[in-house]
């Protein structure tokens, strides 16, 4: 079982250094899209997720086709606005540890704005069974994505949804 670094042992001034980190190395998300829904699995999320140049992420979707049934891990993190970044941004935690081992944290930058595109999204993020990962660009039904569980816990999600201002 993959298990992501456990932030809940930081206390709050370490915690919020930490995130700050993970928010500076985190590949934005570009779009978030339904992808495929079905009694049986429930909802997927299309992630347009820009990669930055990482390889290990662009081949990611390859190896995930060749190898499936690998063991992943993934977890919500938030950061209130601040000055120097005043909107939200919710972090999608993601750990591969079979086939491949490679972790990164997926970024959305939400703004109060009711007509911002991610905040429009949040409702189908905190309705997703799964996630349909897609680097430099949309996610499509023909081309590979990877796929990732949907994080249980979704309390940072309500927070953002619920228009919380700093």
């Excluded at 250094?17 to 339904?34: D, F, M, T």
């Excluded at 120097?84 to 935690?93: G, Q, S």
């Excluded at 081992?101 to 991610?118: E, G, P, T």
Aim: with cysteine; charged share 25%.
């Amino acid at each position: 079982m993959s298990i992501l670094e456990d932030l809940t042992r930081l206390t709050a001034k370490r915690l919020e250094r930490r995130l700050e980190e993970l928010a500076g190395e985190a590949l934005p998300c570009v779009s978030a899209v339904p992808f495929e829904a079905n009694p049986e699995e429930g909802l997927t999320v299309g992630l347009w997720i820009e990669s930055q140049g990482r390889r290990d992420v662009l081949d990611l979707a390859r190896v995930l086709e060749t190898e499936p049934g690998g063991h992943v891990a993934t977890g919500w993190s938030l950061l209130s606005p601040s000055r120097p970044h005043p909107y939200w941004r919710l972090l999608l935690r993601v750990h591969f540890e079979r086939p491949v081992l490679c972790s990164f944290v997926v970024r959305f930058d939400i703004r109060d704005d009711a007509s911002d595109a991610m905040r429009r999204s949040l409702p189908l993020l905190l309705a997703a069974s799964g996630f349909a990962l897609a680097f430099d660009r949309l996610p499509e039904a023909d081309r590979p994505v990877a796929w990732v569980p949907a994080p249980a816990a979704h309390g940072c999600v309500y927070e953002v949804l619920g228009g919380a201002s700093a």
